[in-house]
C-alpha cells in the first residue's frame, strides 16, 4: 500500500511537510501553522484530535520533502509557488478567520424533534494583536448574509440571514449536509465563501474555521485609529 503525502488542509501533495510525531499526520507546514495559530498552550491535530503541547516544535521533515517532490515534482514546485502567492500579504492585510458550524442542545419533549441546533456563522481574529488594533470595528459587520441551504423537509428550506448573529436556530431529529453560503459586504473585497456543514448532534456541536485576509485599509475604524495616532505623532513632534 502506498502511504498518501496528501495535505488533510489543502488537500493537495504537502509541501515542505510537518509530520505530527504521535499520530504520524503530514500536512504542509503553511497549511498547519495557519490552523495552529488560534491558541497559545497546546494545539491539535487538526485531522485526528490528538492534542500536543505548544513546546513541541513543528519542524519541517526534510528527508521527507525529498521523497515527496520525487513522487511528483511538477506539482510539488507548483504548490510551492501558490503557497509562497497566498502568504504574501500586502502590508494592510490580517488574516481573519470564518467560523461556522452549528450548536446543539437536546430538547426535552415526547416529539421526535428533540434535536435543537443552531446554525452559525461569525468572523473572529486569527491574533490578539489585530483584535486590539481593531477594538472600534465589529468584525461581524464584514458579513453581508449567510445563506443556509436545509434539508428539502424544512419549510422554507434555503433561509437568508441578513444581520448578525447570523443565525438560525431549528428542531430536528435527524442530521445531514448543510451548506452555506456566506456573502461578505463589497467594500472588504473578499469572494462569496461557500462552505459545506455537517449537522452535528455531538457535545454542544461543531464548528470549523476557515481563514481569509482581510484588507484592513478599507476598514474605517481602522483609519480612524492611524489617523489619531498620526496626529500624535506629528503633535509630539511639534513639541
Ligand atoms: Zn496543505
Ligand atoms: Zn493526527
Known sequence: MQQSYDCPICLSISVDPIQLSQCNHIFCSACIVDLLDYNNQSYKCPLCRQLYQKN??????????????????ELYVQRQQQILQQQMMLPNQIKVSVVYGNLYEKIKNNDKNQHQWTLVVKMDYNKESDRVALKNFDINN????VTYQLHATFRPSVVTVKQAPFQLQR???GTFMIPFLIKFKKE???????????????GNGSLQKQITKLDISNVKEYQEISEQQNQQQQLQQQQ
Open 56 to 73: 513541541e516544535p513543528l519542524i519541517i521533515n526534510q528527508e521527507l520533502a525529498k521523497k515527496i517532490k520525487e513522487s511528483n515534482p
Open 142 to 145: 464584514m458579513i453581508e448574509s
Open 171 to 173: 428542531l430536528g431529529w
Open 188 to 202: 472588504y473585497n473578499i469572494p462569496n465563501l461557500t462552505v459545506d456543514h455537517y449537522l452535528s448532534f455531538q
